[in-house]
């Protein structure tokens, strides 16, 4: 079965611009984590998503939000961006879909805001 | 006090050395542990997880549980230098919380 799938592998976009990056679960997955790996912050939680409704959110500002789609793939939208969003931006999905079994991650959206 | 705390390193060993790496955590909550591998421009991949206390073992790796300490461990056995990645420790309360992630340390191991 196919893993979990991230477009694009790259962005750049300017300050101010927005960005959107997609992601795609292992089949018959509900549930989707968004993550943001700065350099030198480790990786912090964003975002929730499960059965198309958003179940939790990190401590970001409102210009991060997403969405989830009936097939249970996900965006993430990054609205008037900061330099300080370069990022790597990854989803997951958890190994067993009740949880508490850790993640399958994708490769990531590499978003470089110049 | 932050939740996981892992030291960054870098973690500098030659071919063949044991490698002990290292995260404390605050939140008595946590009850599955887990340490993933993650190589540069990569996702994280899982390469260990642990429920509640006590050791497992898979081929070179062995993760250790401490909840009484609040101190996790992972060590490599007999390290290659395709062992060289960062290693972050993560951990989570079960069910749908979310993980929480250690910085992640970078270990290179040098042939």
Request: with cysteine; aromatic share 12%; proline share 6%.
């Given at each position: 079965?196919?893993?979990?799938?991230?477009?694009?592998?790259?962005?750049?976009?300017?300050?101010?611009?927005?960005?959107?990056?997609?992601?795609?679960?292992?089949?018959?997955?509900?549930?989707?984590?968004?993550?943001?790996?700065?350099?030198?912050?480790?990786?912090?939680?964003?975002?929730?998503?499960?059965?198309?409704?958003?179940?939790?959110?990190?401590?970001?500002?409102?210009?991060?939000?997403?969405?989830?789609?009936?097939?249970?793939?996900?965006?993430?939208?990054?609205?008037?961006?900061?330099?300080?969003?370069?990022?790597?931006?990854?989803?997951?999905?958890?190994?067993?879909?009740?949880?508490?079994?850790?993640?399958?991650?994708?490769?990531?959206?590499?978003?470089?805001?110049? | 006090?932050?939740?996981?705390?892992?030291?960054?390193?870098?973690?500098?060993?030659?071919?063949?050395?044991?490698?002990?790496?290292?995260?404390?955590?605050?939140?008595?909550?946590?009850?599955?542990?887990?340490?993933?591998?993650?190589?540069?421009?990569?996702?994280?991949?899982l390469l260990m997880y642990t429920y509640s206390s006590g050791n497992k073992e898979d081929g070179r790796f062995t993760a250790q549980v401490d909840k009484s300490s609040k101190y996790i461990s992972l060590f490599i056995r007999d390290s290659q230098p395709s062992?060289?990645?960062?290693?972050?420790?993560?951990?989570?309360?079960?069910?749908?919380?979310?993980?929480?992630?250690?910085?992640?340390?970078?270990?290179?191991?040098?042939?």
């Amino acid at each position: 079965e196919a893993g979990v799938t991230q477009s694009p592998t790259h962005l750049i976009k300017t300050r101010g611009q927005q960005a959107t990056l997609r992601c795609s679960p292992i089949s018959g997955h509900t549930s989707v984590y968004w993550y943001q790996q700065a350099l030198g912050l480790g990786l912090q939680f964003l975002l929730w998503y499960d059965e198309g409704e958003e179940r939790n959110r990190g401590n970001f500002p409102p210009r991060f939000s997403g969405r989830q789609f009936p097939n249970y793939s996900s965006e993430l939208n990054v609205n008037a961006l900061e330099l300080e969003d370069s990022a790597l931006y990854l989803c997951a999905t958890p190994i067993v879909p009740q949880g508490g079994y850790g993640y399958t991650f994708g490769s990531g959206t590499r978003l470089t805001v110049v | 006090q932050k939740e996981v705390e892992q030291d960054p390193g870098p973690l500098s060993v030659p071919e063949g050395a044991i490698v002990s790496l290292n995260c404390t955590y605050s939140n008595s909550a946590f009850q599955y542990f887990m340490w993933y591998r993650q190589y540069s421009r990569k996702g994280p991949e899982l390469l260990m997880y642990t429920y509640s206390s006590g050791n497992k073992e898979d081929g070179r790796f062995t993760a250790q549980v401490d909840k009484s300490s609040k101190y996790i461990s992972l060590f490599i056995r007999d390290s290659q230098p395709s062992d060289s990645a960062t290693y972050l420790c993560a951990m989570s309360g079960g069910g749908s919380e979310k993980l929480v992630f250690g910085k992640g340390t970078k270990l290179t191991v040098n042939p």
